[in-house]
């Protein structure tokens, strides 16, 4: 399984930044799909998830400003962010999710930088 992680970018405070992330499968075999980020120093955590119901969770940082979503026919996800901040500077991943009979699985894509400076 691959995911391909794109669209990090420079990006000036206030502004909006779309990232996208494609899966190598059918991205109805995940369970759920999310985004996290990774700034230096800090540990990762997540930013916004989304299940294969589209049910979905933001992080209390970003939860009025983002929005995630899937294009089934494109096996992608997205993560649109807007009013950008600096502490929103980051490594930003995805990662899927899924259970295959007794087990669960995870794949990480290879992370995309963002950074929020004037």
């Known amino acids: 399984v691959q995911l391909q992680a794109s669209g990090g970018g420079l990006v000036q405070p206030g502004g909006s930044l779309g990232l996208s992330c494609a899966a190598s499968?059918?991205?109805?075999?995940?369970?759920?799909m999310g985004w996290y980020r990774q700034a230096p120093g800090k540990q990762r955590e997540l930013v916004a998830e989304i299940t294969g119901g589209r049910v979905t969770n933001y992080a209390d940082s970003v939860k009025d400003r983002s929005t995630i979503s899937i294009d089934d026919a494109k096996n992608t996800v997205y993560l649109q962010m807007n009013r950008l901040k600096p502490e929103d500077t980051a490594v930003y991943y995805c990662?899927?999710?899924?259970?295959?009979?007794?087990?669960?699985?995870?794949?990480w894509g290879q992370g995309t930088q963002v950074t929020v400076s004037s």
């Open positions: 499968l059918d991205i109805s075999s995940f369970n759920t």
């Open positions: 990662k899927a999710r899924r259970r295959v009979l007794q087990r669960w699985y995870e794949y």
